[in-house]
């Protein structure tokens, strides 16, 4: 028992110190927010001399006549709907791989999973030539289509293996009081799959709330900007950079992917942790 004691203090005194050693820079840019400019470039001290909220209101002001709010707002109507259409066309997509029989089934479930191994660099030149045919760049379309058409196959994959833990026995009994195949992913297996869904929904926010470089590609006014880029054009406005505004306008960006991941934690890591099981 004293030697079980030992290795298990141990093992917490490690992973305090990995702790915080991780959220170090995430503790440091907070008090960053409270310091003036040249307090960020000249001092080595973690706790500002005097804590002032002139940053966040200076930062919030943005760029010429484009505050934050807009930075903001625009990030929500891009994210917002992204999250919604890949959840739902993903899932159904995952419904009728893991539900139904059909001809070359295989190969096509073999093909969905060979384009996890696509980077992004490979088909973001195809892609973009696509949405400049279509009219669609400096909009937020590019990222709209790609959910609608469930081009996700790591979401449709993680959906498949949590609905494989699902007993079939549940569709024959709804198929029996005369349930359609529409209606049984309706009714029945969508309540039971919100772990999977909020945790691919929780992936997805986290991954496009953060994206710069898709972003970049395709939007280029100023006014269509996601906070990504707000901070971004923050940068290129003054010969000195106004650290602390920028870390500022950082701090209160990372609220809502804080907010959201404690707010769906439970069905997150019971998504997580269910996945590939087998009923």
Not at 20 to 30: D, L, R
Not at 93 to 98: D, L, P, R, S
Not at 179 to 188: A, D, H, P, Q
Not at 228 to 236: F, H, P
Request: net charge positive; aromatic share 18%.
């Amino acid at each position: 028992m004293k030697k079980r004691k030992k290795h298990n203090g141990a093992a917490y005194f490690l992973l305090i110190v990995i702790g915080a050693v991780i959220t170090f820079p995430f503790v440091w840019m907070i008090f960053a927010c409270f310091k003036t400019n040249g307090e960020i470039l000249g001092s080595t001290k973690l706790l500002p001399s005097r804590f002032s909220f002139d940053a966040f209101k200076k930062g919030w002001n943005g760029v010429g006549n484009i505050t934050f709010a807009t930075y903001f707002k625009n990030t929500f109507l891009l994210v917002i709907p992204t999250v919604v259409l890949t959840v739902m066309s993903c899932s159904f997509v995952a419904f009728g791989f893991a539900r139904f029989r059909f001809p070359g089934k295989k190969m096509f479930f073999a093909l969905m999973i060979s384009t996890l191994m696509l980077p992004n660099s490979v088909i973001i030149i195809p892609r973009y030539l696509i949405f400049n045919k279509l009219g669609l760049l400096n909009s937020y379309w590019p990222f709209y289509l790609p959910a609608l058409f469930a081009c996700f196959p790591f979401f449709i994959f993680m959906i498949i293996q949590f609905m494989r833990g699902i007993p079939r026995e549940l569709d024959e009994a709804a198929y029996i009081d005369g349930c359609s195949s529409l209606g049984l992913y309706v009714k029945i297996l969508l309540p039971l799959m919100k772990p999977a869904l909020f945790s691919a929904g929780l992936f997805q926010f986290m991954w496009t709330w953060n994206d710069f470089f898709n972003t970049l590609i395709y939007i280029s006014s100023v006014k269509k900007f996601p906070v990504s880029l707000g901070l971004r054009a923050s940068l290129d406005t003054a010969a000195q950079v106004q650290w602390d505004k920028v870390m500022a306008m950082s701090l209160i960006s990372i609220l809502p992917l804080i907010v959201m991941f404690f707010a769906a934690q439970k069905y997150f890591v019971e998504g997580i942790s269910t996945t590939g099981l087998k009923g």
